[in-house]
């Protein structure tokens, strides 16, 4: 079994900060790429923020130059920097790994998402 976990969300006033962690845990041989997405309510889950188990990077173009994502492959975590949040950045995040498991399978796994409420 993999679970990931995430954690860092909450409420924050336009223009702040917050910086969510996502920890997976379990029978983990090997990450992959680490994703994080959002859903707005009435919308579709949507990727913001990707980065390769080599280190590269990927944003989608209303984040640019304000998120930063990273990751700890020793400890198999990844972190989402929000900085200058807005309104329209309110969303249940969610993390997502493509994890090889003690099994030898390849599978992509998600979190139970967290809440971004951004307002003033």
């Known amino acids: 079994q993999v679970q990931l976990v995430e954690s860092g969300g909450g409420l924050v006033h336009p223009g702040g900060s917050l910086r969510l962690s996502c920890a997976a845990s379990?029978?983990?041989?090997?990450?992959?790429?680490m994703n994080w997405n959002r859903q707005i309510p009435g919308e579709q889950r949507q990727m913001v923020a990707s980065v390769s188990d080599g280190g590269g990077v990927w944003y989608t173009d209303s984040v640019k130059g304000r998120f930063a994502i990273s990751r700890d492959n020793a400890k198999n975590i990844v972190y989402l920097e929000m900085n200058n949040l807005r309104p329209e950045d309110t969303a249940v995040y969610y993390c997502?790994?493509?994890?090889?498991?003690?099994?030898?399978?390849?599978?992509?796994?998600w979190g139970k998402g967290i809440l971004v409420t951004v307002s003033s």
């Open positions: 997502e790994m493509v994890i090889t498991n003690t099994d030898g399978d390849v599978r992509d796994y």
């Open positions: 379990g029978s983990i041989r090997k990450t992959y790429n």
